[in-house]
C-alpha cells in the first residue's frame, strides 16, 4: 500500500504529527462521513437526519457517479484507498461493532493535535 494508509491503520493509531494539516483534514471528513452514516436511529427522527445518514452511507459506498469521484478526491488526499474505505464501510454496516467505531471515530476527533 506505497504512501496508502489503511483506515483500520488510522482507527488505531488517530490522526497524529506525522500527517500534513491538509490531509488532517481530509482524514476527519473521511472519519466524519463514518460517523454520519452510523449514526443510530430512533423513533421520531426528523427527516434532515434520516437524510444526512443516508447521504453519508451513498458517499461512503458509492461505486459510480459524481459521489463516488468526489469520495475517491477526498480518499486521495487522505491517502486511503478507496475502495479499501468502501470495503471497511461495508463490513461495518454489517458487524456489532459500530458503537465501538464510532467511539473510537470520536476520540480521534477530539484529540489535541501538537
Given amino acids: 500500500m506505497s504512501n496508502e494508509e489503511s483506515l483500520a491503520q488510522v482507527l488505531n493509531e488517530g490522526?497524529?504529527?506525522s500527517h500534513s494539516p491538509e490531509r488532517v483534514l481530509w482524514l476527519c471528513v473521511i472519519l466524519q462521513q463514518l460517523l454520519d452514516a452510523t449514526k443510530p436511529t430512533y423513533e421520531g427522527e426528523n427527516a434532515y437526519n434520516i437524510l444526512m445518514r443516508d447521504r453519508a452511507r451513498s458517499w461512503l459506498t458509492s461505486s459510480y457517479g459524481v459521489t463516488a469521484t468526489d469520495r475517491d478526491d477526498v480518499c486521495d488526499?487522505?491517502?486511503?484507498?478507496?475502495?479499501?474505505?468502501?470495503?471497511?464501510?461495508?463490513?461495518?454496516?454489517n458487524t456489532n461493532e459500530i458503537e465501538f467505531v464510532r467511539k473510537r471515530i470520536n476520540a480521534i476527533l477530539h484529540e489535541t493535535i501538537t
Avoid: E, R
Fill in 15 to 17: 490522526v497524529h504529527d
Fill in 77 to 93: 488526499m487522505a491517502g486511503i484507498n478507496p475502495d479499501a474505505l468502501t470495503a471497511f464501510t461495508k463490513k461495518l454496516f
